[in-house]
């Protein structure tokens, strides 16, 4: 064989060979394991939403939250996540009738910059719960979901950020085979 036509079949050849290498090197982000029995936290994809400074406040901003969900059995975990469509219509639409009040948004970091794990809620925060886990088993026709946690900001999917909330062991929906 001459020259050109070795270089013409390595030419053709080599994609295909970077191809299989990379391929080979490539591993899942995330381990699709069975999960454990009980409850399980869902993680919603950032959303932009409006926000009222106070509860008194007539100008809105909008800002972006993150929606984590807990769900009483974490077999269902797939069928919620089937309907995030239907959930983020119900959480906007609740959101633009009456906007979020800053202070309901749970910030992931304290004054001082360090990770807050203090979970307390208020009684106003809790009714706030209470109406938009209402509207969301109403959206996705079951009472699957029983707690919500609204995190000011965007988070990566099931990102490092999580493991320093209250809870650790969140799903997103996107890690769903």
């Keep these: 064989m001459n020259r050109l036509s070795v270089s013409i079949v390595?030419?053709?050849?080599?994609?295909?060979?970077v191809f299989e290498a990379a391929a080979a090197g490539v591993k899942k982000k995330r381990n699709y394991g069975l999960r454990?029995?009980?409850?399980?936290?869902?993680?919603?994809?950032?959303m932009m939403a409006p926000v009222k400074k106070t509860a008194k406040s007539k100008r809105t901003?909008?800002?972006s939250v993150t929606v984590i969900m807990t769900?009483?059995?974490?077999?269902?975990?797939?069928?919620?996540?089937?309907?995030?469509p239907r959930i983020n219509d119900a959480l906007m639409?609740?959101?633009?009738?009456?906007?979020?009040v800053e202070d309901y948004l749970y910030a992931r970091t304290d004054h001082n910059g360090k990770t807050n794990?203090?979970?307390?809620?208020?009684?106003?925060?809790?009714?706030?719960?209470?109406?938009?886990i209402k509207l969301i088993n109403k959206a996705i026709g079951s009472n699957d979901v029983i707690q919500i946690l609204v995190v000011g900001g965007i988070m990566k999917m099931g990102g490092g950020a999580v493991t320093k909330l209250p809870f650790s062991s969140v799903n997103g929906c996107d890690e769903l085979e």
């Design 10 to 17: 390595l030419a053709l050849i080599m994609p295909f060979l």
């Design 117 to 132: 794990i203090n979970y307390r809620r208020t009684k106003a925060q809790k009714a706030e719960d209470a109406r938009l």
């Design 61 to 63: 901003k909008t800002s």
């Design 93 to 100: 639409g609740a959101w633009y009738k009456t906007p979020i």
């Design 36 to 46: 454990k029995e009980g409850e399980a936290h869902i993680q919603m994809r950032s």
């Design 71 to 84: 769900v009483s059995d974490s077999k269902r975990v797939g069928k919620v996540c089937n309907k995030a």
